[in-house]
């Protein structure tokens, strides 16, 4: 049973390694997040989203606000309130602070997904172009060199200077 299992075991072995010599890839990088921010359309998208979030700052401020007055309105008082109305303005307090933490939640899911809509046309946008490069190239794998980091990498496989001439960009 041994002898079988290390039979198979090099035999597996060897047709990995015969198919790994035939079928050498080639492979290239590129900062994909570098191509985004290098689109002219990028900085549009980026103020609209900035402007978009100005709106949920704007009432999480004034919100803030209004718990800081409640809040230095029932250190005052505190002392002269009764336990029920103290107990009844803590909570008060506390459902109010509640409110102002699931609105800056729900804010930033908003946010974040006005950003995706408006970000998914400049990605669709860049990777086309570096698909296009690539096909052009003869390149089977381009890998986001912002997204992984590379211990060695050729100076003749970095794509940028390739994609950025094909969408146009210096």
Known sequence: MKKLFKVALVAVSMLFVSNLAS??????????????????EFKTMQSQVEIYQKQFIDQLTAMNTEF????????????????????SKQT?????????QDYQNDAQQKVDAKSNELSKP????????????AKEKGYNYVLDSSQTTFIVSPEGDDLMA???AKLGLK
Do not use: C, H, W
Not at 23 to 40: D, H, M
Not at 68 to 87: E, I, L, N, P, Y
Not at 92 to 100: A, G, H, S, V, W
Not at 122 to 133: G, H, S
């Open 162 to 164: 390739s994609v950025k």
């Open 68 to 87: 800081q007055t409640k809040g230095q309105d029932f250190q005052k008082t505190s002392a002269t309130m009764t336990d029920a109305v103290r107990s």
């Open 23 to 40: 079928a050498q890839s080639k492979i290239g990088y590129i900062n994909f997040g570098e191509v985004i921010r290098a689109l002219p």
């Open 122 to 133: 400049l990605i669709d946008k860049a990777r086309a172009a570096v698909t296009a490069v």
């Open 92 to 100: 008060e307090l506390q459902d109010f602070q509640k409110r102002i």
